[in-house]
């Protein structure tokens, strides 16, 4: 099947409130040109090199995510292109994703990522880290990021269960995060979590954005 076909099946599955991001890593200019032209513009990527490679080969009206892990000296290579910063994981990165969205005059949106799958290879938070990162004085002064929301990676299991839990888990701490510092604040209201072999458990479990790349694209060969 296309991937045309393929986006279709996948929004009738998935309710219009919630965001497809289209995970589009390893895939050419002519397969993410298919989706947009079906009227796709959610586009995520994980490697900087790659993200400001395709991007100027595409229309501007793509909304960019940045899906991956940020390295704090690739930061300033995306800030002009990026819509969404799935995967902060440091106080570090967030200083610098300010600093230079400030150089811009921009206000960059991000997510703060969240360590919830048992594998030890998974990037991202805790719930203490975060609470002692949004309570620094240093955190105080960031005028040009906004936190819209959490993230986070299940465990590659088959085993729903496990998946299901660490899915509560990240919507959990999102309300406890919500209730604590962002009560007043409507632009905190994402939690992405779910692939393509997750994303139903996903949303039952509250996911308000998903990345999805296989079920779209196809299986990918890296
Ligand atoms: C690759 C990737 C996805 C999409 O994975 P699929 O299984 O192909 O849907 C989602 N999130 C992140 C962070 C990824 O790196």
Redesign the pocket.
């Known amino acids: 099947m296309g991937i045309r076909e393929n986006l279709l099946l996948l929004k009738k599955d998935i309710p219009d409130r919630i965001t497809l991001v289209a995970?589009s890593?390893t895939r050419t200019i002519h397969e993410i040109m298919e989706a947009y032209e079906t009227g796709h513009r959610d586009f995520?990527e994980?490697k900087v090199q790659e993200i400001i490679q395709k991007q100027p080969l595409l229309p501007a009206d793509i909304r960019w995510h940045f899906?991956?892990h940020l390295q704090t000296n690739k930061v300033k290579y995306i800030t002009p292109i990026i819509s969404l910063i799935?995967?902060v994981d440091s106080l570090k990165l967030l200083a610098e994703i300010n600093r230079q969205a400030m150089k811009l005059n921009r206000i960059i949106p991000c997510l703060l990522q969240f360590h919830i799958a048992t594998e030890e290879s998974k990037f991202g938070l805790d719930l203490d880290e975060v609470e002692a990162m949004l309570k620094s004085d240093l955190f105080r002064t960031f005028r040009n990021v906004s936190i819209c929301g959490v993230m986070g990676?299940a465990t590659f299991t088959n085993d729903t269960s496990v998946v299901r839990r660490e899915f509560k888990s990240l919507a959990e701490i999102f309300g406890n995060l919500k209730a604590e510092f962002f009560n007043s604040q409507e632009s905190f209201k994402e939690i992405s979590m779910g692939?393509?072999?997750d994303y139903q458990t996903a949303i039952e479990e509250g996911a308000t954005m998903v990345?999805?790349?296989?079920?779209l694209f196809g299986e990918?060969d890296t």
């Open positions: 995970v890593k995520g994980n899906i991956g799935h995967g990676m692939m393509t072999g990345r999805i790349g296989s079920a990918r």
